[in-house]
């Protein structure tokens, strides 16, 4: 950030608003991903991030006060980026189940690799060619990023839904083409048109925030949790090397300091998720954990005064934040379901985008008071553990929701496919046991016999549900 206080001539709060608001609106981009991912294919919405990251990367070069700098490089760069991550998670989740965990863990260790090696390619490139050229470079990199939206292949159809999709497309086709043309009736279209296009991201964030879930307690847990953690916990990746210069530490040896942490979380975030899929935790206390101890290690970080020291502390935080960072969508599906889960990232980003915009300049604000950094990681890590203690709340209201929703009302039985059994056609209801995507049921009295399984097709379930009578399954 020191280049960019030397250009703007700006105080250190104002220049921290330059990662802060980065971050932030990378998080809250989160419903505008989710909703335009509900809408169109993960490709095109990676597609259209980094188009958009690129060029507000590129064009922040041209900025000549640190204003223009907060909207060109922070904001637009933020959302570009958040339509670049969204995706790939909620990709992960729904193309595995078993090893669901373990792959999110892999998928997303390239954040820590990417905290690993960037602060040593940026401090290489700002001290030999300058900040400018620096963000052409990262233009370059975000760019790869195009590539890698052409490997994301839609989620398999049943042959059937794709027939009746190509069926309809092709008898629209043929309508269009045999209408007779009329030349004003194209210039009104194309206005339409453009008109939708306006409307497309507020349709889509209204569409990806489901006021349901809003009253859905556990999301409400979740989202205050997140946004008092997301207060603190990029204290340390932003301060740490003022910290380290503080304690005696060259420069090189604070921004080893990061990279260490990336190493950590990235072997962190495999490691987790492994951990996660083999059951001995659920991914919820690991996630309830992670943040109670990353809580701890930011308070005595302070009282670590050289270079071994806050090495180790680099090391234990960013390890034990993997888990906090790479199961959130894992605990996200388990609590919520996977159907649910662009949505309900979106609604949890949106309490993290909010605190991390304010935590990183309130942190700059106390030091600017205190001349310490020493109190910004007290705080910082006091959040955490705040945030802990709500998140650890999250079982006693989930149970009291899955009560609730096991139980299946009269006006439910619509939502009942039937199921032909030999000759005659039965119904079930009544589920007395559900876990993620299977769930037990007692059939009742049909018109002819009892007790056969079926398929149950509910809206309140993540998707169909094999119901079984003792081991027979459909």
């Known amino acids: 950030m020191i280049p960019y206080e030397t250009e703007f001539k700006s105080t250190k709060a104002a220049t921290s608003l330059i990662g802060s608001l980065l971050v932030g609106f990378y998080l809250l981009s989160g419903p505008l991903a989710g909703g335009l991912l509900n809408k169109y294919d993960g490709r095109t919405v990676v597609l259209v991030g980094t188009i958009l990251s690129v060029l507000s990367f590129f064009g922040a070069t041209f900025c000549t006060n640190i204003i223009a700098f907060y909207v060109v490089y922070s904001v637009l760069g933020g959302l570009g980026i958040g339509l670049i991550y969204l995706p790939g998670i909620v990709l992960i989740c729904q193309y595995f189940e078993s090893k669901r965990a373990l792959a999110t863990g892999i998928a997303m260790s390239g954040s820590g690799a990417g905290t690993f090696a960037m602060p040593i390619i940026f401090n290489f490139c700002i001290g030999h060619f300058g900040w400018k050229i620096t963000l052409y470079i990262l233009s370059g990199l975000v760019s790869l990023c195009i590539a890698c939206a052409f490997t994301y292949r839609p989620l398999p159809y049943q042959n059937n839904d794709i027939e009746e999709v190509l069926t309809y497309k092709a008898s629209k086709q043929v309508e269009e083409n045999n209408r007779p043309e009329n030349p004003k009736k194209d210039y009104l279209a194309m206005l339409k048109e453009i008109k939708n296009v306006v409307k497309i991201a507020g349709e889509a964030v209204s569409e990806a925030i489901d006021i349901k879930l809003l009253k859905n307690p556990v999301i409400i847990i979740l989202v205050i949790s997140n946004s008092i953690n997301m207060l603190g916990f990029y204290v340390p990746f932003v301060y740490i090397f003022q910290l380290a210069q503080e304690r005696g530490c060259t420069a090189t040896q604070a ?184 769930v037990s049921v007692q059939c009742k009295k049909s018109s002819v016999m009892t007790g056969f399984p079926i398929v149950l097709n509910h809206p309140k379930y993540d998707s169909h549900i094999f119901v079984k009578k003792k081991n027979t399954v459909i």
């Not at 970080?301 to 090391?315: D, I, Q, V």
């Not at 949890?348 to 942190?363: E, H, Q």
């Not at 604000?365 to 910004?376: A, E, L, Q, R």
């Not at 007290?378 to 650890?392: F, R």
């Open 255 to 438: 921004v080893l300091l990061l990279s260490i942490l990336g190493i950590a979380n990235t072997i962190g975030r495999v490691f987790f998720g492994y951990l996660a899929d083999l059951n001995w935790l659920s991914p919820l206390a690991l996630y309830n954990w992670s943040q109670t101890l990353c809580g701890a290690l930011i308070m005595i970080c302070p009282f670590f005064m050289n270079f071994n020291t806050l090495a180790m502390f680099s090391g234990l935080f960013g390890f034990i934040a993997a888990a906090y960072i790479g199961l959130t969508s894992i605990v996200l599906s388990d609590l919520m379901g996977v159907d649910q889960l662009a949505k309900t990232f979106g609604i949890v980003l949106i309490g993290r985008g909010i605190a991390s915009l304010l935590g990183t300049p309130l942190a700059g604000i106390v030091y600017d008071y205190t001349k310490s950094y020493n109190i910004c990681f007290y705080v910082a890590g006091g959040l955490l553990v705040l945030s802990s203690a709500i998140s650890w709340l999250i079982p006693l209201f989930h149970k009291k929701d899955e009560t609730e929703k096991n139980k299946v009302h009269p006006e439910d039985l619509a939502d009942i496919k039937k199921v032909e059994l030999g000759q005659e056609e039965h119904y079930g209801y009544y589920p007395y046991h559900h876990k993620k995507s299977s």
